[in-house]
């Protein structure tokens, strides 16, 4: 008990306990535990209210170590955010479980929480129980999910078909710094993503899909290699800088004599000596070469580094070489070329090599930077998105846009139904939810109101961020959805004179939206079933 207080006993001999450090803590309890969660929740939401949809402002993050990084992905914000109340860390978190779930709508399941907890808080001060309000958005989701099942399309996902697909890719990047080529872009997206995907099985393994980055350039030069990229050059300036009909040894192990594994201490007493452990060594290194020259390879490529006079040996015998190769990339390059690891020379076979039809040495402008490009490959699912741009900051982000695309293709070859966006998705809901509360005689029809007033502030953003007057022109697109009877109208936010969401090609994935409102249902009724909080004053 010494670490938390101490035992004591009154007058008639009943316990009590004397608690340490009170003086610096504080309590909140009732209607003021659940203001301060929500205030707390608003505040990280109303952060990034400004950053959602194609027109939607990007954020400046200053690490603590001076890197600036500037971006309007919602997980990446929330993830460099210093944020100390506990409650604005679970918002970070579910920005984190979208991301981690869909890859894309980390900014949107963000708004909605907080619209949602706002929505509660003025319910709250009404007397409704908050109980009563998480059952209300409990049953509105559910109406929700099933409104959402009845307006989806769906198109065929195969390699022939691939404009919707396109579409779909370009919707996620319209908001991301990379708009200015979005279209070249989500194709690329789509070509890697069939590239690897199993269309039987319904399933794409990101790990055959790498993305590499090299500064100068523009956006325009980023290419698909249908191969590997990896940020190597050859060993030698004079081995040769491109090979044809590349047979390659993948090799874990270095290119130096063995040593002992136990520690050991050699003593060299005279030139003799000497001149025996250089001619071992020597000969050491020439037979290592020539088990990898006599099983037919002509490109070594070493986890490991050697020295430069395995350098110039391997030079003398013709055999071009790549060291310091990562893990990732080693393991990479053996799925593609279809060669074994090897981690011994002994163990070397011509069975175990792998192919390729080209590999070539890039060079960039008039700095000496080099990448070897390993192409034409025995397996074509292993792919390459190579990117290029004016600075690092620019290529980080270009990076995250592409992984919430390459997500998005990836949700739509495992679940192809779509939802229409530009918030008439939001909009369709928000009316069958309103027209359920009607037939609900309890109390929970209040909160099932407030949940489609709440799934209006999607909308409402996007109007807001467009430079558009927000409640003239969701009411607008409202009524419209109403009197024509078609969910697929929402907010124009490019100004191209339509609000039907179909013709202006505005697709997203159904996973998206369904994860977007059961996730921000299911942290709002968990914030709003804590009810008391003890903690120390500068943290509550």
Not at 155 to 168: C, N, Q, R
Not at 349 to 373: H, N, P, Q, S, Y
Not at 391 to 410: G, Y
């Amino acid at each position: 008990m010494s670490a938390q207080g101490s035992l004591a006993f009154d007058e008639y001999g009943r316990p009590f306990l004397i608690l340490r450090d009170q003086h610096s803590k504080k309590r909140l309890t009732g209607i003021e535990a659940h203001k301060s969660h929500i205030l707390a929740a608003k505040s990280v939401a109303n952060t990034l209210r400004t950053s959602l949809g194609p027109k939607g402002l990007d954020k400046m993050m200053v690490s603590a170590d001076g890197d600036v990084t500037v971006t309007n992905d919602g997980a990446t914000i929330l993830n460099m955010m210093d944020v100390g109340h506990q409650i604005g860390k679970l918002m970070v978190q579910l920005s984190k479980s979208q991301d981690d779930e869909i890859g894309d709508g980390t900014t949107g399941v963000v708004v909605l929480a907080g619209a949602l907890l706002d929505q509660a808080e003025q319910l709250l001060d009404k007397g409704v129980h908050p109980i009563r309000i998480a059952d209300g958005y409990e049953m509105a989701a559910r109406i929700a999910f099933d409104h959402l099942e009845k307006i989806t399309d769906h198109f065929p996902i195969d390699a022939k078909s691939k404009e919707h697909l396109i579409e779909t890719a370009m919707t996620t990047l319209s908001s991301k710094i990379v708009n200015r080529c979005h279209r070249q872009m989500a194709e690329i997206a789509v070509e890697a993503v069939l590239a690897v995907a199993d269309l039987e099985r319904q399933d794409v393994d990101f790990e055959l899909i790498k993305v590499e980055g090299k500064v100068g350039g523009k956006f325009e030069d980023t290419m698909l290699v249908k191969g590997v990229v990896i940020d190597k050059d050859m060993s030698h300036p004079q081995m040769p800088k491109k090979i044809t009909d590349a047979k390659i040894a993948i090799l874990t192990c270095p290119f130096e004599p063995p040593k002992p594994k136990t520690k050991h201490s050699l003593e060299v007493s005279s030139v003799e000596d000497y001149k025996k452990l250089r001619q071992y060594e020597k000969d050491k290194f020439e037979e290592m070469v020539q088990q990898v020259k006599d099983t037919g390879a002509n490109l070594v490529i070493c986890q490991w580094g050697f020295d430069d006079e395995a350098n110039h040996l391997l030079l003398q015998k013709q055999l071009p070489a790549v060291r310091w190769v990562g893990g990732p990339e080693i393991e990479l390059i053996a799925i593609a070329t279809g060669g074994r690891i090897v981690p011994r020379f002994s163990e070397l076979t011509a069975e175990k090599l792998g192919f390729a039809g080209i590999v070539r040495e890039l060079t960039f402008g008039t700095t000496k930077d080099r990448m070897l490009v390993v192409e034409k490959c025995k397996n074509s699912r292993a792919v390459t998105i190579f990117i290029r741009g004016g600075n690092k900051m620019i290529i980080e982000e270009a990076k995250r846009s592409l992984h919430d695309a390459l997500c998005v293709i990836r949700n739509l070859v495992r679940d192809n139904r779509i939802v229409y966006g530009g918030g008439a998705s939001e909009i369709s809901c928000s009316l069958a939810v309103s027209e359920e509360a009607e037939k609900i005689s309890t109390l929970e029809q209040y909160a099932m109101r407030a949940f489609a007033d709440a799934l209006e502030s999607i909308p409402l953003a996007l109007a807001e961020n467009s430079g558009q007057p927000p409640i003239h022109t969701l009411a607008n697109v409202k009524s419209r959805q109403v009197n024509e009877k078609n969910p697929r109208l929402g907010i124009d936010c490019l100004n191209r004179g339509t609000m039907d969401m179909k013709t202006q090609h505005v697709i997203e994935t159904l996973s998206s939206k369904r994860a977007q409102i059961m996730l921000a249902v299911q942290l709002t009724k968990m914030i709003l079933k804590i009810d008391d909080i003890r903690g120390r004053e500068d943290q509550i």
